[in-house]
């Protein structure tokens, strides 16, 4: 148990407090966003409004972001402790380990509320587009460095 409290430090210490924060709420949003009632049988699901559309694609891109600001710090600590990649796999695949479990739990969670308490996740998933956008801009403002260090260092830089 050490172990994990540890690590559980050294992540605090690489990605930042804000950072988690922003983890914590885009859990919170994909719960609500799973949460989605069954619709009534007979009855036609009502269409999504261009806000809930771009708070859909808003709370895609907030994993993405918190992923590359992690990899971007993790990168930039190997960088200034003057070590090399070769010994990182593990770490890099831990990390998309956890990026796998961070999106795929709260499906989990939220088709969970929607079947214990369908009343629940009607209110839940109509406060999901605006928490959304809230988080995601909440995201943009801690990751933006290190998001775009990476997309800069691995992606841009092979453009030209």
């Not at 719960?31 to 709370?59: N, W, Y």
């Amino acid at each position: 148990m050490g172990s994990i409290t540890d690590t559980l430090r050294e992540l605090v210490a690489l990605v930042g407090q804000n950072w988690l924060i922003a983890a914590a709420a885009a859990f919170v949003v994909m719960i609500f966003e799973s949460a989605k009632p069954t619709p009534v049988e007979g009855e036609d699901e009502p269409r999504a409004s261009a806000l809930q559309r771009v708070a859909m694609l808003a709370s895609l891109a907030a994993p993405f972001l918190l992923f590359l600001h992690a990899f971007g710090a993790f990168v930039l600590a190997q960088q200034d402790a003057g070590r090399g990649s070769e010994n990182n796999g593990g770490v890099i695949l831990a990390l998309i380990a956890c990026a796998v479990v961070f999106v795929l739990l709260p499906g989990i969670i939220g088709w969970l509320i929607t079947k214990i308490a369908p009343p629940f996740a009607t209110v839940l998933r109509r406060a999901a587009p605006l928490l959304a956008l809230a988080v995601f801009v909440f995201t943009i403002c801690v990751t933006y460095r290190n998001a775009f260090f990476v997309l800069n260092l691995y992606v841009l830089s092979r453009l030209h």
